[in-house]
């Protein structure tokens, strides 16, 4: 009996002069863990000085998404014991993130079906972000007692009004139109055109420029269907444009509209530490001039975070229970000045030499 071989968790491979990236855990929705990050790294800097690619593209294999994020079980199993191995993933996340963003090739992401957390940074990082009507992409986090990361605190700033804000406090998942509002993708593609797109992509010749990717993706783009989400821009920016948690959460009540209800709700089944330390991480963002100065934020309040009873409640009630019902340490009214303090101080070396 022939033995099969494994394949490995990213197969990297080209398809003319593009270099491809495909994530290869679909059971576990190709949820990031470090060899995968440190595969994607080799392969960044194997493209990068290969003359003969003039592109990356990042896909995910199985039916059901692109990412679903970061291997959160793995922190949570080794995150008390040994918090070092939850840091070293992140760092090495994180410089990947900073590495996409400045990539000097075209970087395109193809964002079908789930892309969540850390399937976001592998994504939106691109210059060249394509979503399917598949595609359900949400930052999470708040409702695990984290806080958005990945660079979202440099990403979701820069999205129109408070739009950024309500993704990032709520951990709401969205669809095409709502993805390309927000500035996390560019393009929508339906998913039955993926596969016409990726042929499309690798008759290029290696002499291309990030103009003739733009060219073959537009040849196959569309409108995106439209979102009922987006019908509520002028509330959310007026309800989210305040810098504490409680005034959104006054503001919200005040409205009184049933979209304002359902928002208010869903706020308050979530982390209250989660959801100051994203509100105080995101207007920080907004007044940073790198996405580099926002991923070591990022990176302080990662480390600390391995310390937070909450993570590892909110982790516990999504993954390894799913009993879905979280029972948080302290109310909104609780956290303290003190208690945010924690999160944004690092002794250990720095991700970037100067953000």
């Not at 790294?41 to 679903?68: H, M, Y």
């Not at 999205?159 to 669809?175: H, M, Q, S, V």
């Not at 060219?215 to 509330?235: M, Q, V």
Request: include cysteine.
């Amino acid at each position: 009996m022939e033995m099969q071989t494994a394949q490995p968790e990213v197969i990297v491979e080209r398809d003319g002069a593009i270099g491809r990236l495909r994530l290869n855990r679909p059971r576990a929705l190709n949820s990031l863990n470090l060899a995968m990050i440190r595969a994607i790294d080799e392969a960044l800097t194997g493209f990068g000085r290969d003359p003969s690619i003039a592109a990356v593209l990042v896909t995910g294999e199985g039916e059901r998404g692109l990412c679903a994020g970061g291997d959160i079980r793995m922190i949570y199993e080794s995150g008390r014991e040994r918090p070092e191995e939850g840091a070293q993933f992140w760092r090495e996340e994180f410089i990947v993130n900073s590495r996409i963003s400045a990539y000097a090739k075209p970087y395109i992401a193809i964002m079908n079906g789930i892309v969540m957390g850390g399937g976001v940074g592998i994504s939106a990082h691109g210059s060249h972000r394509i979503v399917t009507e598949r595609t359900r992409l949400a930052m999470p986090e708040t409702g695990i007692g984290y806080f958005t990361d990945v660079g979202a605190t440099w990403l979701l700033p820069r999205a129109p009004g408070e739009f950024g804000t309500y993704l990032g406090l709520t951990g709401r998942d969205i669809g095409a139109a709502a993805a390309i509002h927000a500035r996390l993708a560019d393009s929508f593609v339906f998913a039955e055109r993926i596969d016409a797109l990726v042929a499309s992509l690798g008759r290029l010749p290696a002499t291309a420029k990030a103009e003739d990717f733009s060219a073959a993706i537009g040849a196959l783009s569309s409108e995106p269907p439209a979102s009922a989400l987006l019908e509520h821009t002028a509330l959310i920016d007026r309800c989210f444009a305040f810098d504490t948690v409680e005034a959104i959460l006054e503001a919200l009540g005040k409205d009184g509209s049933d979209f304002a209800r359902e928002t208010l709700a869903l706020l308050k089944t979530r982390s209250a530490i989660s959801l100051k330390l994203t509100l105080k991480l995101l207007r920080a963002g907004r007044a940073s001039a790198t996405l580099n100065e926002c991923l070591e934020r990022e990176y302080a309040a990662c480390v600390a975070m391995l310390g937070n009873g909450d993570f590892y409640e909110g982790v516990r009630a999504a993954v390894i229970d799913k009993d879905r019902n979280p029972k948080w340490s302290v109310g909104l009214e609780e956290v303290t000045p003190q208690m945010l303090a924690r999160f944004e101080r690092h002794e250990g070396t720095r991700l970037f030499a100067r953000a």
